[in-house]
């Protein structure tokens, strides 16, 4: 399957920085989408990004299909932006099938 | 509505229960994906349905037994479970582009934690 790494693993913010976090993949993807994973669990879209830029208020995304990497923007963070950070993607070859990366744990602090 | 609905939200069974999961979609999804998190790892898709048939299993063990009985509903039944099966699990689903290999946005349910004794 295709592996999908994410970084940095843990990032600790104060509140009001900007950050950007990276998702590396190792084949070509249908379909590339972003996800903040609250402290209960629930996984909330953030982008579906396959290829482009998106911007929804302080947050914005770029995906390099050619190039095998995504970038996920976070400005002037807030303390509720904390939690867990996942890209995850389609594998082109099969349709359906979604391999999560690594994730990014982010915590803002006040 | 772009509602996911997965009940109950916990469950604790033993080793020797039957019980069921169950998820729900009101958006016309005709993919339907079950995922199984442990702590502080990605989700790993188990299964994946595509117009009520099982078109993807990824190997996992027949104590767990998926099954669409609609375009709205996904189960997943459970028997004879292990301990080190408790985890989160994530109900998921998205448009099917049949015959493009390409789906679309995926929804997440908000989950079942799942504890075996």
């Known amino acids: 399957g295709i592996q999908v790494e994410q970084s940095p693993p843990d990032l600790i913010l104060q509140e009001g920085a900007n950050s950007t976090l990276r998702c590396n993949f190792s084949d070509s993807v249908n379909n590339l989408q972003w996800f903040h994973q609250n402290p209960w669990g629930q996984l909330i879209n953030l982008f579906y990004i396959p290829s482009g830029t998106k911007q929804n208020g302080r947050l914005s995304a770029t995906t390099v299909a050619t190039e095998r990497y995504s970038l996920l923007y976070i400005s002037s963070s807030q303390t509720t932006d904390s939690g867990v950070y996942f890209c995850?993607?389609?594998?082109?070859?099969?349709?359906?099938?979604?391999?999560f990366g690594t994730g990014t744990s982010l915590t803002v602090i006040p | 509505d772009t509602e996911v609905t997965q009940t109950p939200k916990h469950l604790v069974m033993g080793m020797t229960n039957k019980k069921s999961l169950k998820c729900e979609q009101h958006?016309?999804?005709?993919?339907m994906y079950w995922y199984k998190q442990k702590a502080k790892k990605p989700p790993e898709l188990m299964f994946v349905y595509s117009y009520e048939k099982l078109s993807i299993n990824e190997s996992v063990p027949s104590r767990f037994s998926p099954e669409c009985p609609n375009s709205s509903l996904l189960n997943l039944h459970l028997h004879a479970l292990q301990p080190e099966d408790s985890a989160l699990y994530l109900c998921?689903?998205?448009?099917?582009?049949?015959?493009?290999?390409?789906?679309?946005?995926?929804?997440f349910g908000p989950g079942t934690r799942l504890t075996v004794l």
């Open positions: 958006m016309g999804h005709r993919a």
């Open positions: 998921a689903s998205s448009q099917d582009r049949r015959g493009t290999s390409s789906t679309d946005t995926q929804y």
């Open positions: 995850a993607v389609e594998d082109r070859n099969t349709g359906n099938q979604f391999y």
